[in-house]
C-alpha cells in the first residue's frame, strides 16, 4: 500500500497542528534534543550546554559525529568568539516555504504541501530520502512540518533553494548507505510515524515503514511482514521497532546468527518459532 504520508485519519480532518517557534534557545528545543544536548555534554566532559547545543546544530543532531568534531578540535573550543555566519540565507529559505504552506495554518506546510514540496523536488512521497530530509528537519509529525522545522533543516542541510536541494539528494541518500547513519534515520522514523501523542506504532504503518527501509537489509522481510499483519494485533512498540533491525541485521534468509537466549522482544522470538515450524513442515 502507499505510505501513510498521505493519510489524514491521524489528525481528524487532515490539519496537524505543527510545534511552532524558532530555532533555539534550550527551552524551544524538542525534548528529543534536549536528551541529545545533555548526553552530548556527559560524553564530552566539562563541555557548556551552549556549547554542546551549537556542536549538534553544526552536526545535524548526531551525538556520535558532534562527539568526534569536540575531539577532533573542529569545533571552536569553549569561550570562542562569535560563530561564523551559516553558508545559508535564512530569508530564501522562509519565501521558499511559502511555497507550500498551508492557507490554514500558514506556518506548516501540510499534506498537499508535502506533495508540492515532493513533485519540485522530483521524488516519490515513497522516496526513503524524505525520511533524511525528515530527519534533518529534526520534524515532530510526518503529516506536517512547522516552518521553523522548514528553516533548521534546510539550515543544517546547507540548502537555500530548490534547484541546491536537488545537487544535495546524492549526499543525503549517501546516509542511507552508512549503518550507523541508516540506523538513526531508522530509529527517527519511529517517533515522527507514530500518530500525535501517541508512543507505539500501528502495524499497518510499521509495514509500510519496513517495506520502504530495509529491503536490501533484511533476508526475511517478507515473512516477516506477512506474519505481524496476520498475526500482531496491537501496535508495534519503540523496543520493538529498534531490534527488529538488529534482528535484521543478525540473521540470514537461514536463521543463522539467531540466538534464541538472547534478549529479544517476544514477537521476534514467536516469528522464528514460526518460522521454524513453517519449514520443519514442508
Known sequence: GSLPFFRSGECGDGRCEGAGG???????????????????????????????????????WDVQLAADLFYSGSWPAAGATAQPEPAV??????A????????EVPD????????????????????????????????ENMMVFTKAEFVAGMTSIQVDSL???IAALPRLRAQLEDPGSFKEVYNFTFKWACPP?????????????????????FALLPEWCTYVEANRKHAISRDEWQLLLDFARTVDKELNGYDENAAWPVVIDTFVEHLQAQRAAA
Open 163 to 165: 534547484e541546491d536541494l
Open 96 to 103: 521558499w516555504f511559502e511555497r507550500y504552506h498551508d492557507s
Open 22 to 60: 524558532s530555532m533555539p534557545g534550550f527551552a524551544q528545543l524538542q525534548p528529543r534534543q534536549k536528551r541529545l544536548v545533555t548526553e552530548l555534554q556527559q560524553v564530552a566532559g566539562g563541555l557548556s550546554r551552549g556549547d554542546a547545543l551549537g556542536i549538534l546544530q553544526a552536526a545535524n
Open 89 to 94: 540565507d535564512t530569508t530564501k529559505i522562509e
Open 197 to 217: 501523542g501517541q508512543k507505539s506504532m500501528p502495524v499497518e504503518t510499521a509495514v509500510a515503514f519496513w517495506q520502504l527501509l530495509l529491503p536490501g537489509s
Open 108 to 139: 506548516t506546510m501540510q499534506i498537499e504541501g508535502i506533495a508540492k514540496f515532493c513533485e519540485d523536488l522530483q521524488v516519490s512521497p515513497e522516496d526513503p530520502v524524505l525520511l533524511v530530509i525528515s530527519k534533518h528537519f529534526g520534524a
